[in-house]
């Protein structure tokens, strides 16, 4: 398993932009699918996007045009770059890594996103 730690979050204006970072420590990232999350007070955690061991890369059709995941493999380090921001998107966003190699899921601690209208 990896050990997450994200970072980046805070408070924004609607309309504005925030980079989330999800660096990893541990073995095997490179063979890591890597996703985030998020989690809005009161709702069920829900998926926002994944980039894959190989680089595919989805997101949920909420997210979709506004955010973009990257990954640094020589870093260990997956990105979510939000842009457009809107006050639904306030939540803790959460990293998570899924091993191809048998090693299991971790994730992070979570990292607070707050859009104000």
């Known amino acids: 398993q990896v050990q997450l730690v994200e970072s980046g979050g805070g408070l924004v204006q609607a309309g504005g932009s925030l980079r989330l970072s999800c660096a990893a420590s541990?073995?095997?990232?490179?063979?890591?699918?890597m996703s985030w999350y998020r989690q809005a007070p009161g709702k069920e955690r829900e998926w926002v996007g994944t980039?894959?061991?190989?680089?595919?890369?989805r997101y949920a059709d909420s997210v979709k045009g506004r955010f973009t995941i990257s990954r640094d493999n020589s870093k260990s380090t997956v990105y979510l770059q939000m842009n457009s921001l809107k006050p639904e998107d306030t939540a803790v966003y959460y990293c998570?890594?899924?091993?191809?190699?048998?090693?299991?899921?971790?994730w992070g601690q979570g990292t607070q996103v707050t859009v104000s209208s």
């Open positions: 998570k890594a899924s091993s191809r190699v048998g090693l299991g899921d971790s």
């Open positions: 541990g073995s095997a990232f490179n063979y890591n699918d």
């Open positions: 980039t894959t061991f190989l680089g595919n890369i």
